[in-house]
Nanobody, 119 residues
Framework: VQLQASGGGSVQPGDSLRLSCSVSGRIFRSSDLAWFRQAPGKQREFVARITIGGTTNYADSVKGRFTISRDNVENTILLQMNSLIPEDTAVYLC??????????????WGQGTLVTVSS
């Protein structure tokens, strides 16, 4: 497994959660990486990206609430999610985007990690 997401759970609106994506060293050191999510009954969508150099960009729906970062010691990418809302409920996945929009990715999708936001 090249990338494996973890850290999901069930939280209430307004809570915070931090997701981790473990990445093999070779991929981590040489690739832009990104988080995506797929809500029940909806298409998968781009959430956030971080380049090799640390530049980030976010989907408008999470801008100001989510922060993506790289842990260069643990070879992981992190997604700090604050002020969660029910619309953030989804399976969160990580991958290597091949284009800016994240329409194409390098690796097969894994199972991801489920985040449920509900009161």
């Amino acid at each position: 497994v090249q990338l494996q997401a973890s850290g999901g759970g069930s939280v209430q609106p307004g809570d915070s959660l931090r997701l981790s994506c473990s990445v093999s060293g070779r991929i981590f050191r040489s690739s832009d990486l990104a988080w995506f999510r797929q809500a029940p009954g909806k298409q998968r969508e781009f959430v956030a990206r971080i380049t090799i150099g640390g530049t980030t960009n976010y989907a408008d729906s999470v801008k100001g609430r989510f922060t993506i970062s790289r842990d260069n010691v643990e070879n992981t990418i992190l997604l700090q999610m604050n002020s969660l809302i029910p619309e953030d409920t989804a399976v969160y996945l990580c991958n290597m985007p091949l284009d800016y929009a994240g329409s194409f990715v390098r690796f097969p999708w894994g199972q991801g990690t489920l985040v449920t936001v509900s009161s």
